[in-house]
């Protein structure tokens, strides 16, 4: 007599009259989930760090919270050590949030037609905002001159 | 004594003063149940009874006193009564426990206690729900010895350390309290569930079986342990007081250890 041992997941095992809902999709195989998983943990522990520095450097150093003005922040965006800083932070904490959201939805989101489009929903907000401010970190201008008019600034140099 | 009188418990006469059955405090209780019944309606109701019940009993010897003398429909399941079968899992007061191992005198005897089937699973009747989606899970994850070696003449040895590995996982008696407490569960019932997780996990660390890294790649399934929230909902439920989330967090390692 041979025992014949059915593969996992053909679904002819038991009585087979598993309710639909509980059925698991065959396919979506691959580490995505492994990959957003671990991303969270070390996104995490680089944000904890990136964040109270900017938060030290913005409100405790030199004239603290009463320094902060658009001559501060345009001052910071001129070296490329804070440029960096601020793209690591933007990058890290948008796919951090939207990867954390990302995993609500698929939590709580019952039917497939409201988790797709809140998915939609989440991804082009995600994308335009670190679009967005990729653009603002690399393209800011403190001294625009408009139309032949110098805006005025006063750390900008004279025209 | 009389001839008809059956034959007494015991042939020492005991004085009062010892006791005995009598000595055990009673108290009045309220058990709320859980009614379903799809031929009758389809909403559940829940069913108020006012019991006298000992300070020895648990939630179990409730249902069976409604069952044996106040309503018979009252739907249930139990088999050992003894905590090991894992027949009778469900919602105690907001909280997954088996009924056999549920004193009544730890409860809150002056509110009512409410009894509900374990959620997250179809309910078929009263407390009894469809454990099938439950078992689907436990047998993908392959819960039984493979080994690829020759089969040797004697049992198979294993250091104590080995078997130490594992022994927490080998305590699972299928009973559904960590799968139906778990939120990720109750949403859409596709996750493997902390059950099979713990039952994969006794395998995938015994030195005697070869078939870890199928186990692996079977829960590193988008379905998989990637969804366990870390809530310790399940290690809560265990009534046999199994780290659930640090079996699930070990699996997590393990696939992590061999794909990176």
């Given at each position: 007599?041979?025992?014949?041992?059915?593969?996992?997941?053909?679904?002819?095992?038991?009585?087979?009259?598993?309710?639909?809902q509980y059925r698991r999709g065959?396919?979506?195989?691959?580490?995505?989930?492994?990959?957003?998983?671990?991303?969270?943990?070390?996104?995490?522990?680089?944000?904890?760090?990136?964040?109270?520095?900017?938060?030290?450097?913005?409100?405790?150093?030199?004239?603290?919270?009463?320094?902060?003005?658009?001559?501060?922040?345009?001052?910071?965006?001129?070296?490329?050590?804070?440029?960096?800083?601020?793209?690591?932070?933007?990058?890290?904490?948008?796919?951090?949030?939207?990867?954390?959201?990302?995993?609500?939805?698929?939590?709580?989101?019952?039917?497939?037609?409201?988790?797709?489009?809140?998915?939609?929903?989440?991804?082009?907000?995600?994308?335009?905002?670190?679009?967005?401010?990729?653009?603002?970190?690399?393209?800011?201008?403190?001294?625009?001159?408009?139309?032949?008019?110098?805006?005025?600034?006063?750390?900008?140099?004279?025209? | 004594?009389?001839?008809?009188?059956?034959?007494?418990?015991?042939?020492?006469?005991?004085?009062?003063?010892?006791?005995?059955?009598?000595?055990?405090?009673?108290?009045?209780?309220?058990?709320?149940?859980?009614?379903?019944?799809?031929?009758?309606?389809?909403?559940?109701?829940?069913?108020?009874?006012?019991?006298?019940?000992?300070?020895?009993?648990?939630?179990?010897?409730?249902?069976?006193?409604?069952?044996?003398?106040?309503?018979?429909?009252?739907?249930?399941?139990?088999?050992?009564?003894?905590?090991?079968?894992?027949?009778?899992?469900?919602?105690?007061?907001?909280?997954?426990?088996?009924?056999?191992?549920?004193?009544?005198?730890?409860?809150?005897?002056?509110?009512?206690?409410?009894?509900?089937?374990?959620?997250?699973?179809?309910?078929?009747?009263?407390?009894?729900?469809?454990?099938?989606p439950?078992?689907?899970?436990?047998?993908?994850?392959?819960?039984?010895?493979?080994?690829?070696?020759?089969?040797?003449?004697?049992?198979?040895?294993?250091?104590?350390?080995?078997?130490?590995?594992?022994?927490?996982?080998?305590?699972?008696?299928?009973?559904?309290?960590?799968?139906?407490?778990?939120?990720v569960f109750?949403t859409d019932g596709q996750y493997f569930?902390?059950?099979?997780?713990?039952?994969?996990?006794?395998?995938?660390?015994?030195?005697?079986?070869?078939?870890?890294?199928?186990?692996?790649?079977?829960?590193?399934?988008k379905e998989?342990?990637?969804r366990?929230?870390?809530?310790?909902?399940?290690?809560?439920?265990?009534?046999?007081?199994?780290?659930?989330?640090?079996?699930?967090?070990?699996?997590?390692?393990?696939?992590?250890?061999?794909?990176?």
């Amino acid at each position: 007599m041979s025992t014949d041992i059915q593969t996992p997941r053909s679904g002819k095992i038991g009585s087979g009259k598993i309710a639909p809902q509980y059925r698991r999709g065959t396919g979506s195989k691959g580490n995505f989930e492994m990959f957003a998983w671990l991303f969270m943990r070390l996104s995490g522990v680089v944000l904890v760090v990136l964040i109270f520095g900017h938060l030290f450097v913005n409100l405790m150093v030199g004239e603290g919270i009463h320094g902060i003005d658009f001559g501060f922040v345009a001052g910071k965006w001129a070296d490329p050590f804070w440029q960096f800083w601020d793209l690591a932070m933007l990058w890290l904490a948008m796919l951090h949030g939207t990867n954390g959201v990302r995993t609500i939805i698929n939590d709580y989101a019952e039917k497939d037609a409201t988790r797709l489009w809140l998915k939609v929903v989440l991804y082009a907000a995600t994308v335009v905002i670190v679009v967005l401010g990729t653009l603002v970190i690399f393209t800011f201008n403190p001294c625009p001159v408009v139309n032949g008019v110098q805006l005025p600034g006063g750390f900008c140099p004279a025209p | 004594m009389s001839a008809e009188l059956a034959e007494p418990a015991s042939k020492i006469e005991l004085p009062a003063h010892i006791g005995g059955g009598g000595e055990i405090p009673t108290f009045n209780i309220t058990l709320r149940v859980r009614r379903y019944n799809p031929e009758v309606s389809e909403e559940p109701v829940w069913e108020d009874h006012q019991l006298t019940m000992y300070g020895t009993d648990r939630v179990l010897d409730a249902l069976h006193k409604i069952k044996w003398e106040i309503d018979g429909s009252l739907s249930f399941r139990r088999s050992c009564a003894h905590g090991v079968c894992g027949s009778d899992a469900m919602r105690i007061n907001g909280r997954n426990r088996l009924a056999c191992k549920t004193l009544l005198k730890d409860l809150d005897t002056s509110k009512p206690i409410t009894v509900e089937p374990i959620k997250g699973l179809p309910v078929e009747k009263d407390l009894i729900v469809d454990m099938e989606p439950f078992f689907q899970s436990f047998r993908e994850v392959m819960p039984f010895l493979i080994n690829k070696g020759h089969e040797p003449t004697k049992e198979r040895l294993q250091s104590v350390e080995d078997r130490e590995r594992f022994d927490d996982t080998t305590k699972c008696i299928l009973c559904a309290a960590c799968t139906s407490s778990c939120p990720v569960f109750w949403t859409d019932g596709q996750y493997f569930g902390p059950a099979a997780i713990v039952n994969a996990h006794r395998f995938i660390f015994d030195s005697r079986d070869d078939a870890g890294d199928m186990r692996l790649e079977i829960l590193n399934d988008k379905e998989g342990v990637w969804r366990c929230r870390t809530t310790f909902n399940c290690s809560e439920a265990c009534p046999r007081g199994i780290q659930v989330t640090q079996a699930i967090a070990e699996v997590k390692q393990a696939i992590l250890a061999r794909k990176i």
